[in-house]
Antibody, heavy 118, light 107 residues
């Protein structure tokens, strides 16, 4: 079955870091980029960045540069996103998505809620 | 970055009616790389349209995308009760990728 399964909900204090995983299955992991987008409560979507599972190269939204790390493990077909120095504005549902070059997101993970609260 | 502006914010219609949703870009989209998604409460979005007017397999033909350049439209020909949700446009041709703020369809 073609799917992306994400890790569960997280509750973090301001200043902490969160690490979210996204495990792909049912397709060739290295053929598709993995994007991360987030959706704050009641809001639209914000692109966070992407990783190329083939070579590990990343492209990040400027506002996150310096506090986000994206990595992948090809042996387990899993992508990881670590976001540091959390603030309440990082409270959102984080989604991983599959993207072929020149195409949009045709597959989404179920979402990982992250709550940042003191 | 390319800003996408969707209108209207909310639309309320009855089953069987036709609805047209708009997405306007702040500048021309490269290759008309514009997608539409449907999101129902508590769910991840569903992919409806890519390349402005292409429909993936499995998407009902009552969903039609059109437009080019800066003006794009999603039309739902005959609303079904399951079509309720929020519809988002997404441009994936320029970095950073951006999304519209969404149009809520109430039935």
């Amino acid at each position: 079955q073609v799917q992306m399964v994400q890790s569960g909900a997280e509750v973090k204090k301001p200043g902490a870091s969160v690490n979210i995983s996204c495990k792909a299955s049912g397709y060739t992991f290295t053929m598709y980029y993995v994007n991360w987008v987030r959706q704050a409560p009641g809001q639209g979507f914000e692109w966070v960045g992407l990783i190329n599972p083939s070579g590990g190269g990343t492209r990040l939204a400027q506002k996150f540069q310096g506090r986000i790390t994206m990595t992948r493990d090809t042996s387990t077909a899993t992508v990881y996103m670590e976001l540091a120095s959390l603030t309440s504005e990082d409270t959102a549902v984080y989604y991983c998505t599959r993207m072929f070059a020149g195409a949009p997101y045709d597959l989404w993970g179920q979402g990982s809620p992250v709550t940042v609260s003191s | 970055e390319i800003v996408l502006t969707q209108s209207p914010g909310t639309v309320s219609l009855s089953p069987g009616e036709r609805v047209t949703l708009s997405c306007r870009a702040s500048r021309t989209l490269p290759n008309n790389y514009l997608a539409w998604y449907q999101q129902k409460p508590g769910q991840a979005p569903r992919f409806l349209i890519y390349g402005a007017f292409n429909r993936p397999s499995g998407v009902p033909d009552r969903f039609t995308g059109s437009g080019s350049g800066t003006d794009f439209t999603l039309t739902i020909a005959r609303l079904e009760p399951e079509d309720l949700g929020v519809y988002y446009c997404h441009q994936y041709g320029d970095s950073p990728q951006t999304f519209g703020q969404g149009t809520k369809v109430e039935i």
